[in-house]
């Protein structure tokens, strides 16, 4: 798929609005307050490609804790309680995400404001850490993965997700529709080997890297949002990079 696809934009009905008006470009903090109020409701394949692929891998949960770094709007934090964990808390830095999330019974009260670098988390405290589409919003990895590694326990699990770096060659972006503007939120892109690299170098073993394509599942958000005649195309190359990281090193 060629030229300037917006992973939440593009799905729109509104194609004379793309044509006409360039996208407006705004760092992550900006484009995350504005979209915070509709982040739940516009369909989105990408993320539910990566609950698709996810779900099934997280089981025995009973008598884990839990982080869900980035949280945005808790979409993971409350997944996790369904699914069985026990204990578990969201972090984010957009204080219009959090609002989103403080607002779902099942999460509320346990949601923090801070960046991925500076956890305001005890050490050695999580069995399971989950970060979906942000690495991309990161700009300090390694401070990042730093964290990570100093809040979760030996053995702890890590699961990373976002958009792949062949997708983003092809012109695909992080936005969504603001009222009558396209909106693109910043993003640096990294290859496979970058994310596995930080993490490897921080006490965390990679277990599994696997790209996620889109399939038969994901047509009906196409259709939803009047891009079917999208869906083929879509379908073509990788969507998702998935990254399995386990907690190893005590050093």
Known sequence: MSGAVYVGVDLSEDRDCEITRP???VPAAEGYERWAPSYDDAPNPLLA???????????????KSFLDV???????????????GESGVGIDLSAAMLRVADRKSTISGRLAQATCAELPLAAAVFDLAICSFALGHIHDLASAVSELKRVTKIGADVFVSDLHPGAYQRGWRVGFRDRATSVQIEVHARSSDE??????????????????????????????????ESFEDA?????????????????
Do not use: D, M, N
Not at 49 to 63: D, G, I, M, S, W
Not at 74 to 81: A, N, P, V, Y
Not at 235 to 251: E, N, Q, W
């Open 49 to 63: 490609r990566e609950e698709r692929y996810l779900t099934p891998v997280l089981t025995k949960l009973q008598f």
């Open 23 to 25: 996208p407006q470009v």
């Open 195 to 228: 994310v596995v690299a930080a993490f490897s170098s921080h006490g965390f073993k990679c277990v599994s890297e696997l790209p996620l394509w889109l399939g038969e599942p994901e047509q009906p958000l196409f259709a939803r949002a009047g891009k079917s």
């Open 70 to 84: 980035a949280c945005g709007t808790g979409r993971w934090l409350e997944k996790l309680f369904l699914l069985g």
């Open 235 to 251: 379908c073509h190359l990788p969507a998702i990079l998935t990254c399995h990281f386990r907690r190893v090193a005590s050093s």
